[in-house]
């Protein structure tokens, strides 16, 4: 019994270390990426910045379904074992060679179209880890503990951005700020390459899954396992009740937990940046362990119960937490000192006109403690002969009291607990749906779309749906008619109530909470 | 445990005029627009996500789960 449980810590170890890095790999580029569009995609260039938006989209929504039926093919064809091995080195050989390409400065066009193809290869990799990772667990796992031992692989994806946001601020304290800016950005990317080499040799030092192993020994392995996948309609019927039943709802609570509450408090509530990293790291930190709970829980009492649960408290909830942290930060709540509110002036040489644009800083402060910060810039250019105001920049930036910080930080660990509740039980949910021969494609599939496309979409749709009600607040005003919507902040989050409300109802009718045996 | 089943067929229909009214909106609201009419390179790449990996996806799935259920595929024995 000693001996398994040992066995199975190294089974966990190697397959969620693994899937880690690869989540690491896969965060890096976006905290990193203000920095890499200087060097590799200026925005005076209209096809560079397009290129810019299709590594950002097409990364995250389009590739990710592409690697899932790639890879996870390959995996129930030739095993789980090498084809996770094959998208880990995939993933880490793209990640280290961003960090190589040279500048737009020095190559030119090349530069934008080789880190576009490097961040295409690693949306197609972790298309396919994932599902590899999971069904390699859940085949070793014993099967009234599957829910907690990959409940292990769902803790990767916090932890990954986690460690990327560690390892970012680690160099940039370790470099100066025009060390990091010149060359220190890339050290997150080439500090990959040793984790994916320590990973891989341990990873190829593990055997096959059993299950899998003992399918190809009888001669059960499937020969076409995207043909048996999605077009045997008793097969696809469950690819489809993966997705609109779970994956979908999954996806959207996962991605309003964990990054559309970091864009809110940004730039919504305009809370200093290093001040909402924090916050967002302690809720994170405090919620990681739920992950683990949740998924033993589900061992117990069902998966179905636990996911649905988190689906229906999130469409209740949103709206009041986002409200919450909204009139948290909000200064029309506050009490200005107003005799110690100062505005300072200050000249930057701009590096693209060489002149010296005027920085207005203006400090306002607050009876709870809390300081608000205006830098309006004024930018100036030529014209002609002449120097003339090209436009002005206003960036707004708030600290919140302690009281306040702990607030919001309870607020986002509320969504952080609920994202645990949805995203720990269901690696063992997907895997109990479908036959070993093609578990690896089928739970593939279901799982990039709800969290690739429903999830990943979620941040450009509640913008959109913002933006909107924004605009019509605007022309309502300026025609003195009255505002159509009252609180224009929380519309965007219409997006993932409705998608978890939908989620919700179909799981709720159409998933069989029967415990499922998948030794087939 | 039989008006479960007939539940799960009844919602079928639910499901197959969700697709249809994401479709509507989808396509004249979300994509053709942006499309049509982009403010910048975000907008269009959003556009063409939206009409050609969003739509596909949720229309054509939705549709397919409606007909299942209809057809009695989500029943339990």
Same mark, same amino acid.
Request: overall charge positive; aromatic content about 14%.
């Given at each position: ?10 089974? *966990? ?84 060679? %961003? ?68 390892? *970012? ?12 800016? !010149? ?22 030092? @593990? ?9 190809? #020994? !009888? ?54 940046? @290093?001040?909402?990293?924090?916050? *967002?790291?302690?809720?994170?930190? @405090? ?26 408290? #999130? ?7 986002? !409200? ?12 200005? %000192? ?70 919001? *930080? ?32 089928? @739970? ?31 022309? #309502? ?28 109802? %179909? ?14 | ?77």
């Amino acid at each position: 019994m000693a001996n398994e449980s040992k066995g199975l810590w190294k089974i *966990i170890g190697a397959s969620s270390l693994g899937t880690l890095i690869e989540w690491y790999d896969f965060y890096i580029f976006g905290s990193l990426a203000t920095v890499i569009s200087t060097k590799f995609f200026p925005s005076d260039n209209p096809t560079a910045a397009f290129l810019a938006t299709l590594a950002t989209f097409a990364a995250g929504f389009v590739v990710r379904p592409f690697g899932a039926l790639f890879f996870g093919r390959l995996g129930d064809l030739i095993g789980r074992k090498y084809t996770f091995m094959v998208t880990l080195l995939l993933m880490g050989g793209a990640t280290f060679l %961003i960090g190589c390409v040279p500048s737009y400065e020095s190559i030119g066009f090349m530069a934008p179209v080789l880190v576009l193809l490097l961040r295409l290869l690693q949306g197609l990799a972790l298309g396919g880890e994932y599902g590899g990772a999971a069904t390699y667990v859940a085949e070793h796992a014993p099967a009234n503990k599957r829910g907690y031992w990959t409940s292990w692989i769902q803790t990767t994806a916090t932890v990954g951005l986690f460690v990327s946001l560690l390892v *970012i601020m680690l160099t940039r304290m370790t470099l100066s700020k025009e060390d990091f800016n !010149e060359w220190g950005w890339r050290v997150p990317f080439w500090v990959s390459i040793i984790m994916v080499a320590v990973s891989y040799f341990i990873r190829k030092k @593990m055997g096959e899954s059993p299950l899998f192993a003992k399918v190809k #020994a !009888e001669g059960h392995l499937s020969k076409n396992p995207l043909k048996e996948s999605f077009g045997n309609k008793a097969n696809f019927k469950y690819v489809l009740l993966a997705l609109f039943g779970a994956t979908m709802g999954q996806g959207v609570v996962w991605y309003t937990g964990q990054f559309y509450a970091m864009s809110f408090i940004e730039k919504i509530c305009m809370v200093d940046k @290093m001040q909402s990293d924090v916050l *967002i790291a302690i809720a994170l930190l @405090m919620g990681t362990p739920f992950f683990l709970v949740f998924g033993a829980l589900s061992d117990k009492i069902g998966r179905k119960k636990i996911m649905l649960a988190g689906m229906l408290l #999130a469409v209740f909830c949103y709206r009041p937490i986002y !409200e919450k942290m909204y009139q948290t930060v909000s200064i029309k709540n506050k009490i200005e %000192i107003v005799s110690k509110q100062n505005t300072k002036l200050s000249f930057v040489t701009n590096p693209k006109t060489n002149l010296r644009d005027s920085v207005y800083t203006t400090n306002y402060y607050f009876q709870d403690g809390a300081k608000k910060t205006d830098v309006k810039t004024i930018f100036l250019m030529y014209q002609g002969k002449n120097i003339v105001t090209s436009k002005e920049e206003i960036k707004a930036s708030i600290i919140v009291n302690n009281s306040d910080k702990w607030m919001l *930080i309870w607020m986002v660990f509320i969504q952080v607990l609920f994202v645990t509740m949805v995203y720990g039980p269901i690696a063992a949910f997907l895997v109990e749906l479908f036959p070993t021969n093609i578990r690896y494609t089928s @739970m593939s599939l279901p799982y990039h779309i709800g969290n690739g496309v429903f999830g990943g979409l979620l941040p450009a749709v509640a913008v959109y749906l913002a933006t909107k009600a924004n605009d019509a607040n605007s022309l #309502a005003e300026s025609a003195g008619q009255q505002l159509p919507y009252d609180k224009p902040y929380l519309e965007g989050l219409w997006y993932p109530i409705i998608v978890s409300g939908v989620c919700f109802i %179909i799981g709720m009718v159409y998933i069989n909470s029967k415990h499922k045996h998948i030794d087939d | 445990m039989i008006s479960m089943n007939k539940l799960k067929r009844l919602l079928g229909i639910v499901w197959i005029l969700l697709a249809l009214a994401c479709a509507y909106f989808g396509i004249t609201d979300f994509g053709w627009p942006k499309v049509a009419h982009p403010k910048g390179n975000d907008d269009l790449v959003f556009g063409i996500i939206i009409l050609f990996v969003l739509m596909p996806i949720i229309v054509g799935g939705l549709l397919k789960f409606g007909i299942y259920a209809i057809q009695g595929l989500y029943d339990e024995e």
